[in-house]
RNA sequence: GGCGGGUUGGCGGAGAGGUUACGCAGCGGAUUGCAAAUCCGUGAAGACCGGUUCGAUUCCGGUACCCGCCUCCA
């Protein structure tokens, strides 16, 4: 079996993935507040982590891993938005769960073997808080139940900080009823505006960080493997689930190893609202790019370095997998290829397996380069189809197809007159079109290519 | 202020203390009426300053610059 390695944050270095049960292998990972589409930084720990669930199921085999990504769907933000809507809050949660599916589907990922909601593990989190006020790591105050950052002399181990520093930064909330600028909540009190749960500390409605916790404990037990997430989330968010985990266990111990992706930009920038940098999956998707372009970019750059979304790298990826498409056509796919295998397994390392995947496209192996492609979500058949489609309609097509006739039939002519004029005229006409020219012995075949223009096509059938 | 990431050939982007990354673009060739597509081949690198070493782009220290998180936005 091949020996996966994966850096840890929680440690700051590399190390051997050894999966606490012999032969199972559970991750947990942050899932979406589910109040708008996912944008593209959302989805990029999405197709990092699935890529790391294909390669876990692969070594350990498919029943052996539990994949658990929640869904957030308690949060002050989805509040804003059904105050703003006047819509039902399960309306507008089950709306974004269904979009979320659906983009993530289109970028390959596969479903995660649990999804729980945060709201119906309410009950959970309500004991784990009783729990940790009962080990005196919380306490109640004015209708908000707090964690108590003092009583966990590890807090701030993950991210490298002390509490003391972090309050120098004095970038906290300052409440009255904390005992220490760090506490976090774990329960809040609700308004009647507001969504909540009857709770021993009157109606109210759980923190952020608590549900991570309290569904990783239900789901995966006490402690588990790997868990998951974007760098950005390394603080509070971890540190706090961690304290949380940790302070409520027998072990003491939560996650194994904890994985951070690094954030994602677009065009060198960060990416943001104001700048006007700002997509959605669904924004992609509707531009014409395939979800398979999009994972390919992603997995382009390694996860722990920052990532730049760009239309040039779209279009490079789209290129490649056009061609690799292409030669896999009707090709039944062979075994995966060693070299990749060991690129997934040192640390997730998938620029480097595509490149083993170059290698192989070039060697003209079609069998394992499919293979191997495969085991990182690429070439599957259920992200193909894009790449026969094209922009044209089946009308268009035909025209095309009488154009290719009349070129031929021009082409035959000028061979013999030696006067290719008409020829070159009507492939440049065509070439501006956006019609990709292909001439051989063989005949002539047109192909709508980049820019391609119906209009301009129609106006040459005359 | 605290924490973290980065700086590699024209562009993108990896690994490895000594031997070709890889892709795109470029260049040469095959093919083509000319092209396109395809195929074959090929030049080009590691911010700066020190240190360790027989040897560093790769390890260590420092400098500069870029970026992110700590704040509703991943």
Sequence with gaps: MVAIR?????????????PLIPGKLRMYVCGPTVYDRAHIGNARPVVVFDTLFRLLRHVYGEGAVTYVRNFTD?????????????????????????????????????????????????????????????????????GHVLFDVRSYAEYGRLSGRSVDDMIAGARVEVAPYKRDPMDFVLWKPSDDSLPGWESPWGWGRPGWHIECSAMAKELLG?????????????????ENEIAQSCCASHTGKFANIWMHNEMLQVEGKKMSKSLGNFFTVRDLLDQGYPGEVIRFVYLGTHYSKPMDWTHEKAEQAEATLRKWRERTRDVIPGEVHPGVLQDLADNLNTAGAIAELHVLANAHDAPTLLASARLMGLLT????????????????????????????????????????????????????????????KAGVELLPGAGFDAEKVWALKG
């Design 74 to 142: 308690v949060d002050d933000k989805i509040n804003a938005k059904a105050a703003q809507t006047g819509r039902p809050i399960r309306d507008i949660t089950d709306e974004t769960i269904g979009w979320y599916h659906d983009d993530m589907d289109a970028l390959g990922a596969l479903r995660p073997t649990h999804e729980p909601r945060a709201t119906e593990y309410i009950g959970a989190m309500i004991a784990m808080i009783a729990d940790l006020i009962d080990r005196g790591h919380a306490y109640a105050a004015e």
């Design 381 to 440: 058949e259920e992200l193909g189809g894009w790449e026969t489609e094209g922009p044209a309609d089946g009308a268009t097509l035909s025209a095309l197809d009488d154009l290719a006739r009349r070129l031929a039939r021009l082409r035959e002519v000028a061979m013999d007159t030696k006067n290719f004029s008409e020829v070159d005229t009507l492939k440049q006409a065509l070439i501006a079109a956006g019609v990709e020219v292909r001439m051989s």
């Design 222 to 238: 006490e402690t588990f493997d790997i868990h998951g997430g974007g760098i950005d989330l390394q603080f509070p968010h971890h």
């Design 6 to 18: 994966l850096y840890n944050t929680r440690t700051r270095q590399e190390e051997e993935l050894v």
